[in-house]
């Protein structure tokens, strides 16, 4: 019975992995078809969750959940913002919830390193195929910037450091290197930022205090030579203002009560956004616009849970993703959000000390 389960756990994750290369295709080659794809995956996400979890299923749980997607089609459809994609952003975001929940296990943990890995690694071959030219990695991805190349990858490396403190797994330092390579060749400040961090938080994972310290120590030793380097081949050298102050400013300066409660509509509002392309590059400030004050109240329950789990490590990675979500419009909804789902659903098992859910083990 075991043995079945484990391979039956196996084949749902392929079936996960497969959804992380529609996306991907979605991003290479435009957003349609792939997107309902990924909506149609919904279906058989929860069946594969109710097979393997039909002795936990909670009629109280099902009922929240419906409750908060009808909440959420009503708010798209009181929202005067004209998206024609924020109904299916429903479907795919509640898809990605349900992933969340039955990516799990070794073989997942397997998986995800290969694909970090792998991501990372083709970044590098790219810039180095194309001399690191600054504009490199605007051509990866179809109509997204090199900004939210280096977003991916934070995010997928994000979900590998969250499984292998899940499964308390070695955090392997190569990836992080590359991360933070590739957030500098593909120019992008915050990139660079929130893969230090991540960097910083895995040589002290990896090595404990003293030889932590002892890295610091050289690193600050060397910090004339790091801040130089920084400067020449990043946007740091266009200095550190920036328009996404003035596009937030914009957006929520004269709000009536209705714009509240329902979202705006950035063509009516918001000339310097309409001017960006319509996109306040901001992803709480987007997702307002679809869904009014429901997606507000949404994630900061969410970010709530995360933070009365008291889990320094958690909070932190939550943190980073949230600082990413501010200063681009690509997730809430959208399936990077798995990484944030991800991280909450944890919150909560791990607060009820159940570690069925990505142990992939029974109690």
Not at 199 to 227: A, D, E, H, P
Not at 334 to 354: A, R
Request: proline share 2%; hydrophobic share 50%.
């Amino acid at each position: 019975m075991l043995q079945h389960y484990i391979s039956l756990q196996k084949v749902i994750n392929t079936f996960c992995i497969l959804q992380f290369f529609i996306f991907i295709a979605s991003l290479k080659f435009g957003a349609d078809p792939f997107l309902y794809f990924l909506a149609a995956c919904l279906p058989i996400n929860i069946a594969l969750y109710a097979y393997i979890n039909r002795s936990r299923l909670s009629l109280v749980n099902i009922i929240i959940t419906i409750i908060i997607l009808m909440a959420f089609f009503v708010s798209a459809y009181l929202s005067p913002h004209p998206y024609p994609y924020k109904y299916l952003a429903i479907l795919i975001g509640l898809s990605t919830f349900i992933l969340s929940l039955i990516f799990r296990g070794e073989s997942a943990f397997r998986m995800l390193f290969y694909f970090t890995l792998i991501s990372n690694v083709l970044i590098l071959y790219t810039g180095y195929k194309y001399q690191f030219n600054p504009d490199f990695g605007n051509n990866i991805f179809i109509d997204n910037s090199r900004n939210i190349v280096s977003a991916y990858l934070i995010f997928v490396t994000i979900y590998y450091l969250l499984f292998c403190y899940i499964l308390d797994k070695k955090i392997s330092l190569s990836i992080l290197v590359l991360l933070f390579i590739n957030c500098l060749i593909l120019y992008g400040r915050t990139g660079v930022v929130l893969s230090s961090l991540l960097l910083v938080y895995g040589l002290y994972k990896r090595f404990g205090n003293i030889i932590f310290i002892g890295v610091i120590s050289t690193l600050l030793i060397s910090l004339n030579f790091i801040y130089k380097l920084i400067i020449d081949s990043t946007n740091f050298a266009t200095g550190i203002d920036t328009p996404r102050t003035i596009l937030f400013k914009e957006y929520i300066s004269g709000m009536t009560t209705e714009d509240i409660l329902f979202g705006r509509s950035i063509q009516h509002c918001c000339s310097t956004i309409v001017a960006y392309s319509n996109n306040p590059h901001n992803s709480f400030l987007m997702g307002h616009s679809f869904y009014g004050l429901t997606h507000t109240l949404l994630f900061f329950m969410i970010f709530t849970v995360i933070l009365w789990s008291r889990n320094l490590e958690l909070i932190f990675f939550s943190l980073i993703i949230f600082i990413r979500y501010s200063v681009d419009s690509f997730g809430l909804f959208g399936f990077p959000d798995l990484v944030l789902f991800s991280i909450f659903t944890y919150s909560l098992y791990e607060n009820k000390q159940d570690k069925f859910y990505y142990s992939g083990e029974k109690n």
